[in-house]
């Protein structure tokens, strides 16, 4: 009798890594929510919520959306006790009773203006032990982020090794790819910002890619575009400081360092240019940081450029 493949399910998988169970808890919650996302995202209202986040952005009605239907299931969990999301103006402590070991950072629907256009997007998740998330990013105990694309599909990291999950038609995530690792150089970047305002160093090194026969990927979706060097195993995702934007544009808790996290575990490197991504200390939720992020070579090579 020829063996039957069996798919690993997200939660056997969690089980068979040893990932603490709280911390699976909350991973497979995620995983659980994203379902309901893709439904609103296919089904549901795209017209503007008429709030505004903490950046100010008008926020369409699916941000509030995902970001409800995350926050709802974690504090079921019982397992969380500080929650932090881009589109929330303060760190929310859940009340429910339960063993609250844990807090986390969430940016619920990154690139949601891309959905009108039908662009991939994604959630990213953070997760710490404890209840302090004002922390750096090296404390981190586990990443995930899900990128609604052509495919749904789920990255995480519990420190442990990098892998893939894909939601199958019967509406489970099972495993796809596993021991993701990132090739130490690949010619591939996704440069963020508009040319007019790179700064000197960061234009030469943007010039050095080019001639030196790198490809263009830019979808304007941090979530996907990460995932594409992640998944091509090597390159490098750049969003500059700016002429008049010294920090960039990308925030440091909802979405550089739980990416940084995921890709230092995948044998990669994120950087301001100057120091170590993981290694900054959070001042402020909104707190915003350059990055070049990927394979280490290329984000050696961009340390280099910007310290000439
Ligand atoms: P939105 O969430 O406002 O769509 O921004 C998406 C994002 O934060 C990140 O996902 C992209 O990498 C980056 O902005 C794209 O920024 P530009 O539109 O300036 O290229």
Avoid: C
Wanted: hydrophobic letters at 40%; zero cysteines.
């Amino acid at each position: 009798m020829p063996k039957r493949h069996v798919q690993k399910g997200l939660w056997n998988h969690l089980m068979h890594k040893g990932v603490d169970f709280g911390l699976a808890s909350i991973i497979y919650e995620v995983a659980v929510a994203s379902k309901y996302i893709v439904h609103a995202m296919r089904t549901g209202d795209l017209g503007l919520a008429g709030t505004s986040n903490l950046y100010g952005e008008e926020q369409l009605a699916l941000d509030v959306l995902a970001n409800e239907i995350i926050k709802d299931r974690l504090d079921h969990t019982g397992r969380v006790k500080s929650f932090a999301s881009e589109e929330l103006d303060d760190i929310l402590i859940f009340e429910r009773k339960g063993h609250k070991d844990y807090s986390v950072v969430v940016d619920p629907l990154d690139g949601s203006s891309l959905v009108d256009v039908n662009l991939a997007v994604g959630t990213i998740v953070g997760i710490f032990k404890g209840e302090n998330l004002l922390q750096p990013g090296k404390n981190l105990v586990g990443a995930m982020y899900i990128v609604y694309g052509p495919r749904t599909t789920l990255v995480y990291s519990a420190g442990n090794g990098v892998y893939e999950f894909t939601l199958n038609s019967l509406g489970e995530y099972v495993l796809t790819q596993e021991e993701i690792t990132l090739k130490d150089s690949n010619k591939i970047y996704s440069p963020g910002g508009l040319k007019k305002d790179y700064t000197e160093k960061h234009a030469k090194f943007i010039d050095f890619l080019e001639e030196n026969g790198y490809k263009l990927r830019y979808s304007g979706g941090f979530v996907p575009d990460i995932n594409q060097i992640l998944l091509k195993r090597g390159g490098l995702f750049t969003y500059p400081a700016l002429k008049n934007s010294p920090n960039g544009k990308l925030r440091l808790l909802f979405e550089l360092n739980p990416m940084a996290f995921i890709i230092e575990n995948a044998g990669g490197m994120a950087s301001t240019g100057k120091e170590r991504i993981l290694e900054i200390n959070p001042e402020k939720l909104d707190q915003r940081a350059p990055i070049y992020i990927g394979s280490k070579e290329e984000v050696q090579l961009a340390q280099k450029f910007l310290n000439e």
